[in-house]
């Protein structure tokens, strides 16, 4: 282990009157072997923050932040490394609070481990010394892949209902396990999740739709939401999708329900649009007990999906993505649509057109775990190669002319922009229209009909 340490980290565990651990996540990554070890350096010694930020800044690391009331350090040494150091502690929760009322200071390696959440991210690393330090037999639980919490697990998940999403998130991090009383105890304290910040919530379900990215885990993502969902997680942060649980679909096109649908489809998924995905379908619930049908559920469930990403505080640019993916994503489903007709919707959906191909796929795949070309995205791909090979202009900027020349044909400003718009629906269909003579001429017609 010492042989992936920064340097300067050896050089602060030598300085450090007391030894001086590596402990978390880059010490489980070790240990299971991953190739890709985790370099978020926690260190911890039974020293104070202060004592620990006087030896660092001797040691020539840079103190970005001390905290005495949790014994934290934050620093960086002169090579740009960061770490964070924190002092042998144990905390004190009230249930439900989710940050300690109390925090005691020790020497106690135990009581130091018992604070944390499984005993995977328990181990410590001795770096002066070389030498494992495994107080809650952590290292077996990562030889088992199997996640076990540090004390019994009512009580870990009742101290912060965020540690609910961080088990989902790692699971699927990890490939590793929950063993039965992680699982009893997280679906004992599932309704935690409520009190947790929905911006924290969304951090980590971002993370967790990108799990199979960090140790190369296939099917992370989808094993990571299926665990939110046995422990009854889910129904707490989508309950509008949690609805499609045992909602039976036409036998001809799936062979899952609509939850088990939604769930595999993020699994089938191109990293980009797993958000997308798992909420593709999430308005035909609500359209099932409305109509009886699910006719209107791609605009029903884009307003859906918007109200629950506004609701997790998710970031605009990925509301108003999510709202088009799923507004868009049954679109030609069946191959039905007039060749202008799409011609003119590729250009004016340009931008979101190469994420909506893949939540066309991701949505087909799902369907009955069918991995071929979806004839939709097939028919798509044919058709766009066909449009770029005709120089079809799929922007404003890429018309052959400008608002300034529409404006010098004495029309209205007020009528520019809707011009500009219909020459691009002509030459999107047309492509060898464009041609600035051609345009402007097109542009007095179609000012006669605006008029």
């Known amino acids: 282990m010492r042989s992936i340490l920064p340097k300067n980290l050896l050089l602060l565990a030598e300085r450090c009157p007391k030894p001086l651990y590596v402990v978390g996540g880059s010490v489980r990554d070790f240990l299971a072997g991953f190739e890709n070890c985790s370099h978020d350096w926690d260190i911890c010694a039974p020293i104070s923050a202060e004592e620990f930020a006087t030896i660092a800044t001797q040691s020539g690391c840079s103190v970005k932040a001390v905290y005495k009331n949790t014994g934290t350090v934050k620093l960086q040494d002169c090579e740009g490394v960061d770490y964070e150091f924190s002092c042998f502690r144990s905390d004190k929760y009230i249930r439900g609070t989710h940050v300690p009322v109390e925090i005691f200071f020790t020497n106690d390696i135990t009581l130091d481990a018992k604070r944390r959440d499984f005993t995977a991210n328990a181990i410590y690393f001795d770096i002066e010394n070389n030498t494992f330090v495994d107080p809650l037999d952590g290292i077996k639980a990562v030889s088992q892949k199997r996640l076990t919490t540090v004390d019994k697990a009512e009580k870990v998940f009742g101290e912060d209902g965020l540690r609910l999403m961080r088990l989902a998130r790692q699971a699927a991090q990890l490939g590793f396990s929950p063993d039965a009383d992680c699982l009893l105890g997280a679906t004992q304290n599932a309704a935690l999740i409520k009190d ?256």
């Open 196 to 451: 947790i910040s929905p911006e924290r919530i969304f951090t980590e379900l971002s993370a967790l739709l990108v799990a199979d990215q960090k140790y190369n885990n296939i099917d992370g993502p989808y094993h990571g939401l299926r665990l939110l969902e046995q422990i009854g997680v889910l129904a707490h942060i989508f309950p509008e999708l949690a609805l499609g649980k045992d909602m039976a679909q036409r036998a001809d096109f799936h062979k899952y329900d609509v939850l088990e649908h939604s769930l595999r489809a993020v699994k089938y998924a191109d990293v980009n649009v797993r958000l997308a995905a798992l909420l593709h379908d999430v308005g035909k619930p609500f359209c099932k007990l409305r109509d009886g049908n699910s006719y209107a559920h791609p605009q029903e469930g884009a307003a859906i999906a918007t109200q629950i990403l506004m609701r997790l505080k998710a970031p605009k640019k990925i509301v108003e993505r999510v709202h088009a993916l799923v507004e868009w994503h049954m679109y030609d489903f069946d191959c039905n649509t007039s060749e202008n007709k799409l011609r003119r919707f590729f250009v004016f959906n340009f931008e979101v057109l190469e994420d909506l191909l893949k939540v066309k796929q991701a949505d087909f795949s799902a369907c009955a775990d069918d991995v071929s070309v979806a004839p939709t995205c097939k028919r798509w791909k044919t058709l766009l190669a066909k449009m770029q090979a005709e120089k079809v202009p799929f922007a404003y900027k890429q018309l052959a002319v400008t608002g300034k020349d529409i404006l010098a044909l004495n029309i209205p400003p007020q009528h520019v922009s809707i011009i500009l718009k219909q020459l691009l629906a002509h030459t999107a269909v047309c492509p060898q229209d464009n041609d600035k003579l051609r345009l402007l001429k097109l542009a007095v017609g179609f000012e006669k009909s605006i008029r």
